[in-house]
DNA sequence: GAGTGGTCTAGACCACATT
DNA sequence: ATGTGGTCTAGACCACTCA
């Protein structure tokens, strides 16, 4: 038998008062120091105990007060939305707003046009070197982010349309899409669930310990050519992915993966 | 101006080197004692940079050889499967190996009677005190646990029938609600990301940094009645979420969440 | 046996927000 | 001004694997 070190103890039995609800959510932890002597151990060894907590996501410091518990408050993240026609299609992020009370949703968009990157020149189906343009959404409620939204199109497609105007299109992107000819009526989702790079921690404000979802959707037209790939970092503790599925759908040839993952 | 911690520079130092391709997957990193002597800085401060890309899941310590950039190989993960007709409703792990060559599946099953959790008990509209029947699967490839699904249904429901046979059901345990009555026709899917618990990361053999998603799947008969309610654990770095949707489906309000979240 | 990472000690100085 | 967490030093002993 090998004993428990020290800092695991400590981490724990605190993870464990937690979950009793000793510490409820939103309060407070005993401090490094406090818990210094409760153990009589180093401090060092006490926040090792405590940074193992951090990096669950379940408490967090604040400097100079000490440690707290979090709370979360998840908004629903429904990318099928897109797809339906009854309610009246609408767009993601007003779906998800609709479920939360009062706060005030607005979007930073900027569009550029890029050289895309591997994933997406793989999902459009694009020779080397070909350009698209992309629309980069920052989703903020209350100011504060709570994802990213970048579409890409083949830029041949649009250059010269209202999909490149940096600023809300009152009929939808999609609209303008489906008005060239290409209308969205199949899309693909894949999600890839990872620990944020710090540029996208500090972009979004995230904690330590909050994992991302890396959201690909990937929309078809009509003659299954793909024509528009999404890339949204929907972080963990912000929200909750829903979707729903039916026993009796015809028409399914199981969606293929040709890809490669990051 | 305030200076970046020597263990930040050092973690960003690293990360950019593994981006970069200077240490590619599978790859061994610098020892803690080379980078002290390389930072001029004590193992401690070493440690703590090191301990920022092992929490960001991008390098594992394999004690004692030294710190290794992981490499990620995902199966594809895809609930709906179960739904569709055509080809013949497949069971989810099996069409999850399909995409996976060589490998070989298998799933240990355990079945018992248990008092819901709150999540659960929610989806199921049942009362307090109410007994549910739980069917634990750990499903494997090559012996190493890949995921775990819990499904829980009304005791009541299915005391006494196939549904509580501790291993494989050949027709499906779908099937066997079908035949009690309660075909499942649709589903409700919601992913919630985190870190794992200890026990967790134990069971499922997790490195440090690598988020799950909690997945509930809940199955309605065609009386809209929640039958069946499946939590599944899935590693994010082992999986990747795939759905699909169409724009011209009709039935379509809006799925209500009108449960709590965790 | 040598070298690795895992754990731990006992100090130190700092920036910062609340009081 | 005080107390908090953030960073860092310079050691120490251990368990483990590999040559």
Known sequence: MKPTPVYQRIAD???????????????????????????????????????????????EPRRPQGYFVIEHKRLVYRPQAEFRRRPPAVDIFTNLVAEYDGRAPSQDIEVSIVEPTQMVRDRLGLEAGELVAARRRVRKLDGTAYNLNDSHVRLSLVQGTDWMTPADVARGTNAVLAELGHEIVYALHEFYLRMPSPQEAQRLNLGAGVPIAEHYATGFDADETPIQVTVSIVPGDRHVIVFDSYRDRENSDQPRIPWGAP
């Open 13 to 59: 039995d605190l993870r464990q008062a937690v979950a009793d609800g000793t510490y409820p959510p939103g309060s407070k932890l005993p401090t490094e120091n406090v818990l210094t002597e409760r153990y009589e151990t180093s401090r060092a060894t006490v926040r090792q105990g405590l940074g193992v907590l951090v990096n669950e996501g379940l408490v």
